[in-house]
Protein backbone atom coordinates (compact mmCIF):
# COMPACT_ATOMS: atom_id res chain seq x y z
CA UNK A 1 0.00 0.00 0.00
CA UNK A 2 1.08 3.68 -0.99
CA UNK A 3 2.34 5.87 1.86
CA UNK A 4 2.92 9.67 2.22
CA UNK A 5 3.83 11.60 5.12
CA UNK A 6 4.24 15.18 5.25
CA UNK A 7 6.06 17.48 7.35
CA UNK A 8 7.36 20.70 7.32
CA UNK A 9 4.51 23.26 7.98
CA UNK A 10 4.49 25.93 10.57
CA UNK A 11 3.55 29.29 11.53
CA UNK A 12 5.63 31.83 9.41
CA UNK A 13 5.20 35.82 9.11
CA UNK A 14 3.74 37.16 5.64
CA UNK A 15 7.17 37.33 3.53
CA UNK A 16 8.24 34.31 4.98
CA UNK A 17 9.64 30.86 3.56
CA UNK A 18 8.83 27.47 3.78
CA UNK A 19 9.96 24.03 2.38
CA UNK A 20 7.38 21.28 2.86
CA UNK A 21 8.69 17.15 2.24
CA UNK A 22 6.47 14.41 1.37
CA UNK A 23 8.30 10.99 1.49
CA UNK A 24 6.46 8.21 -0.84
CA UNK A 25 7.13 4.69 -0.02
CA UNK A 26 5.31 1.25 -1.36
CA UNK A 27 4.64 3.34 -4.88
CA UNK A 28 6.87 0.79 -7.55
CA UNK A 29 5.39 2.02 -10.72
CA UNK A 30 7.92 3.68 -13.00
CA UNK A 31 5.42 6.30 -14.33
CA UNK A 32 3.08 8.59 -11.71
CA UNK A 33 2.43 12.23 -10.54
CA UNK A 34 2.96 13.52 -7.33
CA UNK A 35 0.60 16.18 -6.31
CA UNK A 36 0.15 19.23 -3.59
CA UNK A 37 -3.19 20.55 -2.91
CA UNK A 38 -4.22 23.06 -0.17
CA UNK A 39 -7.58 23.13 1.94
CA UNK A 40 -8.47 25.97 3.91
CA UNK A 41 -11.98 26.31 6.47
CA UNK A 42 -14.50 26.70 4.64
CA UNK A 43 -12.97 25.58 0.93
CA UNK A 44 -12.73 23.03 -1.13
CA UNK A 45 -9.88 21.22 -1.95
CA UNK A 46 -7.47 22.87 -4.37
CA UNK A 47 -4.60 21.81 -6.55
CA UNK A 48 -1.62 23.85 -5.99
CA UNK A 49 1.38 21.86 -7.87
CA UNK A 50 2.16 18.32 -9.20
CA UNK A 51 5.37 16.98 -10.87
CA UNK A 52 5.77 13.81 -13.20
CA UNK A 53 8.12 10.99 -13.18
CA UNK A 54 7.29 10.61 -17.13
CA UNK A 55 9.22 13.82 -18.10
CA UNK A 56 9.86 15.77 -15.18
CA UNK A 57 7.66 18.56 -15.99
CA UNK A 58 5.72 20.62 -13.13
CA UNK A 59 2.56 22.28 -12.87
CA UNK A 60 1.94 25.43 -10.65
CA UNK A 61 -1.66 27.15 -10.12
CA UNK A 62 -1.42 31.09 -10.75
CA UNK A 63 -1.63 31.81 -7.20
CA UNK A 64 1.78 30.49 -6.39
CA UNK A 65 3.50 30.57 -10.07
CA UNK A 66 6.81 32.68 -9.28
CA UNK A 67 6.82 32.15 -5.54
CA UNK A 68 6.52 28.09 -5.32
CA UNK A 69 8.78 25.13 -6.45
CA UNK A 70 8.30 21.75 -6.80
CA UNK A 71 11.16 19.36 -6.99
CA UNK A 72 11.92 15.85 -5.91
CA UNK A 73 14.75 13.58 -4.67
CA UNK A 74 14.84 10.47 -6.35
CA UNK A 75 17.61 8.49 -4.23
CA UNK A 76 15.25 9.85 -0.76
CA UNK A 77 11.52 9.03 -2.57
CA UNK A 78 11.19 13.08 -1.34
CA UNK A 79 8.81 15.48 -2.69
CA UNK A 80 9.51 18.98 -1.93
CA UNK A 81 7.35 22.39 -2.22
CA UNK A 82 9.59 25.00 -1.35
CA UNK A 83 7.12 28.02 -0.84
CA UNK A 84 8.70 32.01 -0.80
CA UNK A 85 7.08 35.50 -0.44
CA UNK A 86 4.00 33.85 1.69
CA UNK A 87 1.00 35.49 2.40
CA UNK A 88 -2.06 34.85 4.52
CA UNK A 89 -4.05 33.64 1.44
CA UNK A 90 -2.18 30.79 1.25
CA UNK A 91 -2.82 29.35 4.73
CA UNK A 92 -4.21 25.68 4.82
CA UNK A 93 -3.57 21.88 5.40
CA UNK A 94 -1.55 21.32 2.44
CA UNK A 95 -1.67 17.60 1.28
CA UNK A 96 0.52 15.59 -0.62
CA UNK A 97 -1.01 12.54 -2.97
CA UNK A 98 0.32 9.94 -5.34
CA UNK A 99 -1.33 8.38 -8.67
CA UNK A 100 -0.33 6.39 -11.83
CA UNK A 101 0.11 8.90 -14.32
CA UNK A 102 2.16 8.03 -18.28
CA UNK A 103 2.27 11.61 -19.34
CA UNK A 104 2.68 15.16 -18.57
CA UNK A 105 1.85 17.10 -15.39
CA UNK A 106 -1.05 18.48 -15.55
CA UNK A 107 -3.47 20.76 -13.52
CA UNK A 108 -4.39 18.23 -10.45
CA UNK A 109 -7.56 17.31 -9.07
CA UNK A 110 -8.48 15.57 -5.88
CA UNK A 111 -10.56 12.91 -8.15
CA UNK A 112 -7.79 11.92 -9.95
CA UNK A 113 -5.46 11.09 -6.81
CA UNK A 114 -6.30 7.48 -4.77
CA UNK A 115 -3.00 7.94 -2.57
CA UNK A 116 -3.05 10.59 0.36
CA UNK A 117 -1.21 12.30 3.26
CA UNK A 118 -2.89 12.96 6.34
CA UNK A 119 -1.69 16.90 5.26
CA UNK A 120 0.44 19.65 7.48
CA UNK A 121 -0.11 22.65 8.26
CA UNK A 122 0.66 26.40 7.15
CA UNK A 123 -0.59 29.22 8.64
CA UNK A 124 1.16 32.55 7.45
CA UNK A 125 -0.14 35.16 10.16
CA UNK A 126 1.58 38.76 11.10
Known amino acids: QVQLVESGGGLVQPGGSLRLSCVVSGFTEDYYVIGWFRQAPGNEREGVSCISSTDGSTYYADSVKGRFTISRDNAKNTVYLQMNSLKPEDTAVYYC???????????????????WGRGTQVTVSS
Open 97 to 115: AAEIWYGSAWSPTPADFNS
